[in-house]
T-cell receptor, first 114, second 111 residues
Framework: DSGVTQTPKHLITATGQRVTLRCSPRSGDLSVYWYQQSLDQGLQFLIQYYNGEERAKGNILERFSAQQFPDLHSELNLSSLELGDSALYFC?????????????FGEGSRLTVL | EDQVTQSPEALRLQEGESSSLNCSYTVSGLRGLFWYRQDPGKGPEFLFTLYSAGEEKEKERLKATLTKKESFLHITAPKPEDSATYLCAVQAWSNDYKLSFGAGTTVTVRA
């Protein structure tokens, strides 16, 4: 158990809908990362927050947004969903800004868009 | 943009049959190279960090090595519990510490 909690574990929804994925980092960790993993693309970095502030951004679509709250949990919002958004979404956390590269991943939220 | 290529895509081994996985990378200034293990239905789990060419790290039956262009993950006398997907990732000095992952090598070890 990495100590990172993600909810929900599974989510099935329709095209055009909006969903929110939630992540609670390990106790004491200040950085939260979001990654998308699909069969054809592998693990793709979406966005990182450090202590409530956006720290780095990857290839995150404009339809997607995220935030980190004062209690350090994070939410990833996916809107106007398309079939191609079906994937595993991982949250990871670490205590630093990311210097060490040692991330602790949750078990992921599997999103299926029908 | 950082590029990470892992080979082979899949590797089937007999228990005790040692082998190596390859990770080739292109990055503008390597800060670190990382190996992760991912079991089906789980998130990746950190294994090693390598920072400079010539560096080696070991953990049980796994040994990771680094050159200026690639890294190898050697699996010595593997057991069925070593079956997993092994992911390689690079971190560049220019990219705000983000990790760029390869597609992974799925290792299956048969008893």
């Amino acid at each position: 158990d990495s100590g990172v909690t993600q909810t929900p574990k599974h989510l099935i929804t329709a095209t055009g809908q909006r969903v929110t994925l939630r992540c609670s980092p390990r106790s004491g960790d200040l950085s939260v990362y979001w990654y998308q993993q699909s069969l054809d693309q592998g693990l793709q970095f979406l966005i990182q927050y450090y202590n409530g502030e956006e720290r780095a951004k990857g290839n995150i679509l404009e339809r997607f947004s995220a935030q980190q709250f004062p209690d350090l949990h994070s939410e990833l919002n996916l809107s106007s969903l398309e079939l191609g958004d079906s994937a595993l979404y991982f949250c990871a956390s670490t205590w630093d800004r990311g210097d060490t590269g040692e991330l602790f991943f949750g078990e992921g939220s599997r999103l299926t868009v029908l | 943009e950082d590029q990470v290529t892992q080979s082979p895509e899949a590797l089937r081994l007999q228990e005790g049959e040692s082998s190596s996985l390859n990770c080739s990378y292109t990055v503008s200034g390597l800060r670190g190279l990382f190996w992760y293990r991912q079991d089906p239905g789980k998130g990746p789990e950190f294994l090693f960090t390598l920072y400079s060419a010539g560096e080696e790290k070991e953990k049980e039956r796994l040994k990771a090595t680094l050159t200026k262009k690639e890294s190898f993950l050697h699996i010595t006398a593997p057991k069925p519990e070593d079956s997993a997907t092994y992911l390689c990732a690079v971190q560049a000095w220019s990219n705000d510490y983000k990790l760029s992952f390869g597609a992974g090598t799925t290792v299956t070890v048969r008893a």
